[in-house]
C-alpha cells in the first residue's frame, strides 16, 4: 500500500465523514429552526422531507413524459419546487394544526406523531407502497477523479454545495433580514415583540413553513444517495431531533457543530469497526454527553 | 364492612372495582379462550400505560422510550424461556447443542455470561423488575438532577430506545437480533401455550394489573400524588418549599419502569415470543397514545385506552388496512386537540353530570372536584407548568 | 382442527367472518346431506381434518407484506400466486374444487406474520398458504403452522438450516445459490480474494458463514473483509472506503431491500463499477433493479435460479400471462418465480393424494416434478426443498439481466452442508 494510495483513502474517508456532515445538517437545519426557535417539536418532519423526495420523483416522472432532454435540467427546478411544495405544506400544518398547541410542547409531539402517520399513510394509498427513485441527470450520477485512484463521489459534493447554500441563506436571512429580525425578537419576548406591534403568529407560521420548506430540500437532496419509500422519513427523524438537541436547540451554529461532530464520530467508528456498532456508540456518545450537558453544546444564555 | 366502603370511597376505587369485575368475570365469560388471550396481551400494554399516567399525567414527564422498560422485562422472561426450551436434547441437531437456536446460526459455541443468571426462574424474577428500574434509575437520575425535563427529556428517552433497539438487532447472536425469541414454550415445566394455562396467565395479568392500579391510587392519593402534581405544575414553588424535585421525579419514573417491566413479562408469557419491534421508538409512542385516549390522568382510563385501541387496531386492520392509519393519526390529533382529557376527561365532563342530572336533579348542580373516576378535573393552572 | 398443545389463535373474528364460518359449516353439512351432488368429487379422506374445504371450494391463505420496507419485495409474490391461482381455477381447480384465497398483510413486522398465521390456520382453516419472504417471517410464523399442522410454501432463496414438516421451500437454499456463485467466480474469473457485506440480520450473517468456510476451506481462498449494515441503513460511505483498502478480486453481496438502493449508486458515486470492479449479489432481483436503477448496476452479476429473460417456451408463456394481467412495465425475479410454483407444487401433490389433508400432501410431494416451470423443470426433494439448477447473469444497462452462466447439472439441496456448519 502506496503512500498515494493511504492519503487517497484518507482523503475518500475524509470526505465520506463531510458528505454524512452535510446530510445531518440539512436535515436538522429545518428541525433547529422549527424547534430552536418556536420550541415546537415536530414529530412529521421527516414526512416533509419525504414530500421532497416524491416532489423529486413527480418532477422526474413528468420530465421523462415530456421529453428526454428534460430529464439532465429538470433537477434544480424540482429542487426548487420541492422547498415550495413542502413550505406550502408546511403552511397548512401550522394554520391548521400546531398554532393550536403552542403552549402545550409535549402534546405538539404527539399531534405531530399523527399526523405523520396519517402522511405515511396518504403517501401509500396516493403514490403507492413501493421505493422509488427519480431517474437522476447524469452530471450527478458517478464520481470525479482528479487523480488517480482519488474518486470523489459527485452526488456528495452536491448534497455538501446545496447545504452550505442552505445553510448560508438562512443564517444571512436571520440576522439581515426583517423576517429574522422579528423571529429573533419573538423567540426573545414574544410579549414585548407582541407590544411593539410584530405579528408573531405570522412569523411563526412563516418560521414553521420555512423549516419545512428547508426539510423538503433536504427530502429532494437524499434522492440522489437512497430511494424513496412512505416510510422513508422515520429513518431520518430521530437522528435529525439528536443533532439538534445535541448542538442545543437555541442556537443554529450548535445545530452545525453537532451535526460536524456526529457525522465525524460515525464516519470515523465505521471504517474501524462494523456499520451497526458504530450507529450504537455515535448514538451512545451522544446520549453521554448529553447526561453530562443536557441544554446541549451550545446553550442559550437566557433564562425563560 | 362501613370501613371497607368508607376505604373505597376515600380512594375512589369503585372504578377500579368496575374494572376488575369487567377483567375478571365479564370477559372471561363473554369471550373464548382465544380472545381472550388476545385481550390479556393487551392488558400487559395496560401496565406501560397506567405507568404513564403515575409519569405524564402526574408527573408532568413525558417519555417516549416506555417500550424499552416493556422490552428489558419481556426480555428476561424470554431468556428464561428461551433456555429451558434449548436443553440439550431438543437441541440436538445443532452444532453446539444446549444453546439457543439464534446461537446457534451465529457461530457461537457456548452460552454468553450474561446469559447465564437467567436460568434459575427467581433471578430472572428479580431481574424483570430490577434490570428497568436500573436502567431508569441511571437515566432519570442523570436527567433529573440537572433539570432536564420537558422536551429535551422527551428526545432522550427516543435516543435510548434507539440505542437499545440497535443493540439488540445488531448482537443478534447474543439476542436473537431482528426476529426476536421464538418458540418459547415452557416455565419450569409447565406448559405455557394450554388452554388452562392461558386462563391462570390472563388471571395472573389481571390480578397484578389491578394490584399495580391500586398501589399507585394510594401513591396518587397520599402526599407523593399531591407533590406530583404540584411540580408538574408550579415546579419552582415545590422546589422553594423544600422538596427536592428530582428526587421524586427519579421514583416515578423508576415506578413506571418497574410496571413496564412486569408488563413485558406478562408478554412474553402469554404470546409467547419477543423481538425488537416492541422496544423502539414506534411502539414507545403508541404507548403513550393509549394513556392518552383513555385519560393521562385516570389509571383505569388507561386500561380502557389500551383495550379500545389494540382491539380496534385488531379488528380494523383486517378489515380496512388503508382506513386503520388514517383514523389512528385521527385519533392521534383529536385526542391532543379536542380532548386532552381523554375519554375519562369526556365520562367526567359530559357523562358524569349527565347521570347526576337524570338521577338526583335535587342535588347540587355543581360537579364535584374529587370525581368518581378518581382524577381531578382539571390538567393543570395552565400554560406554564409545560414550558421548558 | 385443534391440536390438543394448541395455543392461542391471536385473532377476534368480526361478525362478517363468524357468520360466513357458520354459513360455509352449515354449506358442507346440508351438501354432504344431499345424495348423488359432488359425490364423485366426494372422495373419502379429501378433508380428514376440518378445514375449509367444500365440494366446489378449497380454502388458501396468502401472507405477505403488502405495506412496509418489505412491500417491494413481496409485492411480485402476492402476483405470482395469484396468477397461478387464477390459471389453476381456469382449468377447473384442484379435485374438482375452485380455490379461494383469503389474503393477510404481514405488514413487514414478523409479529403480525405470527399473528396473521395464526388466524389463517385456526380462524380460516386453510388448506394451504402461500406466503412470507424474509427469514424472520418465516421463522416467527414456524412455530404455528407445526403446532396447528399447517402448510406453508415460502418462496425466499434463504440459508437453508432448517427442514420442517409443515414447510416446502420453493426458492433455494444456501448452498444451491452461494456455493455455485463462488465457484463461478473462482474458476471463471480467477477470484481468490472475497470482500463479504450484507445487511445486518439472520439471512446475510447465515450465508457469509457459508461462504467464508467455502472460500477459505475449499476453494483455499482468502476474505478480507467482513460487514453488516442495519436493514433499511443508506450509509456506506466508509465501507466503499474499506473497499478500495483491500481491493478485493470479488465483492460478494447480500444486502437487501431498500439498502440496495443506496448501496449500488454509493458504489456507482465511489467509481466502484463493473467493468473494474468483479461484484457477485445474492440477493438482487429484477424487483430490487426497478429501484437500484440499470445504470448503477451495470456490469455486476447476480445469483439467482431464474431471471426474466430466461429463453425457454415455458417462461415466455409466463412472462407473457403476468404481463398481460399486471401490465406490460411489471418485472418478474426469482421469488415471483418461486411463489408462482407453490400453487401447482401444491395441487400436484393434492392430485397425488387425492386428499387435502396435510399429512397425506406432505407425504406425496416428494418426488413431484414440474416440468412447466418457468426456470425449466424442478423437483421435489424429500427435505422438501427443490432441486434446481443455478444461474449467474450480469446486469445490463435496460435494468434487464443477461445469463452467462448455468449450472450443467440440478443442484440436490441440502440444507444442512456437512463442514459448513
Known sequence: MSFDDLLNIVIMQGFAGLSLFAVLLLMGLGLAIIFGQMGVINLAHGEFMTIGAYTVYLGSTLAEFISPNWVNTYFPFAIVAAFLIAFFAGWLVEWGLIRHLYQRPLDTLLATWGLSLGLQQAFRTFIGPKEVSP????????SWAPSEGLDIPINGMFVLALTLFVTGAVLLALHRSRWGLRVRSTVSNRAMANAVGINTQRTDRLTFSI?????GVAGAAFT???????????????????????????????????????????????????????????????VLVLMLRPQGLFASKIRR | MNTLIKLIKRYQGGSILLLTVLLALVLPLALDIFRLNLVGKYLSYGFVAIGLVMLWGYGGILSLGQGVFFGLGGYAMAMFMKLEASDPITTKIQSTPGIPDFMDWNQITELPAFWLPFKSLPLTIIAIIAVPVALAWLLSFSMFKRRVGGVYFAVITQAVALILTVAIIGQQGFTGGVNGMTDLKTIWGWDTRDDSAKYILYYL????????????????????????????????????SGYDVAD???????????????????????????????????????????AAVGGRMSLVGAVYGTLLINAGKTFFSESFPDMWLFFMAAVFILVTMVFPMGLAGLWESHVVPAWKRLFSPSLDKKTDLNSVSGMPTKLGTGVSHESI | MKHHNDTSSISLETPDESRRRILLAFGAISMAAIPGIGSAKSLPGVNTTGMAITDTEVTVGQLHSATGTMAISETGSIQAEQLAIDQINAMGGILGRKIKVIKEDGASDWPTFAEKSKKLLISDKCAAVFGCWTSASRKAVLPVFERENGLLYYPTFYEGL?????????????????????????TEKKAK??????????????????????IEDFQKGKVVGEEYYPLGSTNFGSLMNKIKLQKPDCILAAVVGGSNVAFYKALKAAGIVGSKQLLVTLSVTEDEMTGVGGANFEGFYSSMKYFQSLENDNNKKFVAAFKEKYGPNSVIGDVTQAAYLGPWLWKAAVERAQSFDVDKVVAASPGIELTTAPEGYVKVHKNHHLWSKSRIAIGMPDATFKVVAESPELIEPNPFPKGYQ
Not at chain 1, 424513496?228 to 439538534?244: E, K, M, N, R, W
Request: proline fraction near 2%; glycine fraction near 10%.
Open chain 1, 135 to 142: 431517474t437522476l441527470p447524469d452530471w450527478i450520477m458517478g
Open chain 1, 211 to 215: 423549516g419545512c420548506g428547508i426539510a
Open chain 1, 224 to 286: 440522489t444517495i437512497g430511494s424513496t419509500g412512505p416510510t422513508s422519513g422515520s429513518l431520518y427523524i430521530v437522528d435529525a431531533f439528536l443533532v439538534v438537541t445535541f448542538g442545543g436547540a437555541a442556537s443554529l451554529l450548535g445545530t452545525v457543530v453537532s451535526a460536524f461532530g456526529i457525522a465525524q464520530t460515525q464516519s470515523i467508528t465505521e471504517f474501524f469497526l462494523s456499520g451497526s456498532m458504530a450507529k450504537m456508540i455515535t448514538l451512545s456518545v451522544v
Open chain 2, 205 to 240: 395479568c389481571v390480578a397484578l394489573l389491578i394490584f399495580s392500579i391500586v398501589i399507585c391510587r394510594w401513591i396518587q392519593k397520599g402526599k407523593v400524588g399531591t407533590l406530583l402534581l404540584a411540580m408538574r405544575d408550579k415546579e419552582d414553588r415545590v422546589r422553594f
Open chain 2, 248 to 290: 421524586f421525579r427519579i421514583f416515578v419514573f423508576c415506578l413506571a419502569a418497574a410496571m413496564s417491566g412486569v408488563g413485558g413479562a406478562m408478554f412474553t408469557l402469554q404470546v409467547g415470543f419477543m423481538s425488537p419491534s416492541f422496544v423502539g421508538i414506534v411502539p414507545s409512542i403508541e404507548m403513550v397514545i393509549y
Open chain 3, 162 to 186: 432448517e427442514q420442517s414438516k409443515n414447510v416446502i421451500y420453493t426458492g433455494q437454499e444456501a448452498t444451491q445459490q452461494i456455493l455455485f456463485s463462488l465457484d463461478w467466480a473462482k
Open chain 3, 193 to 214: 480474494s472475497f470482500f463479504l457485506i450484507g445487511s445486518d440480520y439472520i439471512w446475510p450473517r447465515t450465508s457469509m458463514k457459508i461462504a467464508r468456510k467455502h
